[in-house]
Antibody, heavy 117, light 112 residues
Framework: QVQLVESGGGAVQPGRSLTLSCAAS????????MHWVRQAPGKGLQWVAI????????NYADSVKGRFTISRDNSKNTLYLQMNSLRAEDAAVYYC??????????WGQGALVTVSS | DVVMTQSPLSLPVTLGQPASISCRSS???????????LNWFHQRPGQSPRRLIYKVSNRDSGVPDRFSGSGSGTDFTLKISRVEAEDVGVYYC?????????FGQGTKVEIK
């Protein structure tokens, strides 16, 4: 069965960096674009970034452009999100999600990122 | 960005009664391939979102048939024919037609 398992969340100070991972299993990872979606405490869902199935292209929300980098290692079936220069407003649960075209059909359990001094 | 507007934002419902959530987009969600990438998700407290409906009206595997999606262009609806206790939580519509993909604000469904 399809599984997406995030890791790497934690508490960091503003301005510091953190890298999230999402381990995929149960499907051919290299066939799918993948996304990061976040949810601030008590708030709604916000798309963060996408990477094409082969890693050839990426796109970012304006709020994280220039600070976050999405990447993938198809040989390890793993998606990453490197987050630099973290701000208080980046605090959220970060979900990785599979893109079957125009949608998210599977989500991970989420990784909590807290940004506080 | 395409703005997705849901109503109502809070929906108290009686068990066994129907419920309906509206989602309107600021632009048509018809993509160049002819598909309309309008999705509905359900999120229970402390859980990840789960997709219920994709491309307006296609129910995901395992989703009870009391859930149905309809609409076209900019106007969409999620209906629950008879609400059950497990249906509580927040429902989000989401468009995957225009970049960036965007979500509605969410509709919180609770039992009266």
């Amino acid at each position: 069965q399809v599984q997406l398992v995030e890791s790497g969340g934690g508490a960091v100070q503003p301005g510091r960096s953190l890298t999230l991972s999402c381990a995929a299993s149960g499907f051919t990872f290299s066939n799918y674009a993948m996304h990061w979606v976040r949810q601030a405490p008590g708030k709604g869902l916000q798309w963060v970034a996408i990477i094409w199935h082969d890693g050839s292209n990426e796109n970012y929300a304006d709020s994280v452009k220039g600070r976050f980098t999405i990447s993938r290692d198809n040989s390890k079936n793993t998606l990453y999100l490197q987050m630099n220069s973290l701000r208080a407003e980046d605090a959220a649960v970060y979900y990785c999600a599979r893109d079957p075209t125009g949608s998210y059909d599977y989500w991970g359990q989420g990784a909590l990122v807290t940004v506080s001094s | 960005d395409v703005v997705m507007t849901q109503s109502p934002l809070s929906l108290p419902v009686t068990l066994g009664q129907p419920a309906s959530i509206s989602c309107r987009s600021s632009q048509s969600l018809v993509y160049s391939d002819g598909n309309t990438y309008l999705n509905w998700f359900h999120q229970r407290p402390g859980q990840s979102p789960r997709r219920l409906i994709y491309k307006v009206s296609n129910r995901d595997s395992g989703v009870p048939d009391r859930f149905s999606g309809s609409g076209s262009g900019t106007d969409f609806t999620l209906k629950i024919s008879r609400v059950e206790a497990e249906d509580v939580g927040v429902y989000y519509c989401m468009q995957g037609t225009h970049w960036p993909w965007t979500f509605g604000q969410g509709t919180k469904v609770e039992i009266k």
